[in-house]
């Protein structure tokens, strides 16, 4: 099974205390690149991205979702 990943965006701002705290924002999703070298990273449309991005492995309950079959198909292409 192929392993997924969760992109996250990190935004600093000041919380209801006013000390500056990151909040984390899904920002896609990344899989390995079928020929093993580097990732193919899903971005849905109208994203930015800037700063500070984090690449985590989903957790198993999260690997049940319909991505794994996305990831495989988006890599025959």
């Known amino acids: 099974m192929t392993e997924i990943y969760n992109l996250l965006l990190a935004e600093e701002r000041p919380d209801e205390?006013?000390?500056v705290r990151t909040y984390w924002h899904a920002a896609g999703t990344a899989f390995p690149h079928k020929n093993g070298d580097g990732f193919n990273l899903v971005i849905?449309?109208?994203?930015s991205l800037s700063g500070r991005v984090l690449m985590l492995p989903r957790k198993a309950r999260e690997n049940a979702?319909?991505?794994?079959?996305a990831a495989a198909e988006f890599n025959e292409t």
């Open 17 to 19: 205390n006013g000390e």
């Open 44 to 47: 849905p449309p109208g994203m």
């Open 65 to 69: 979702a319909p991505d794994a079959q």
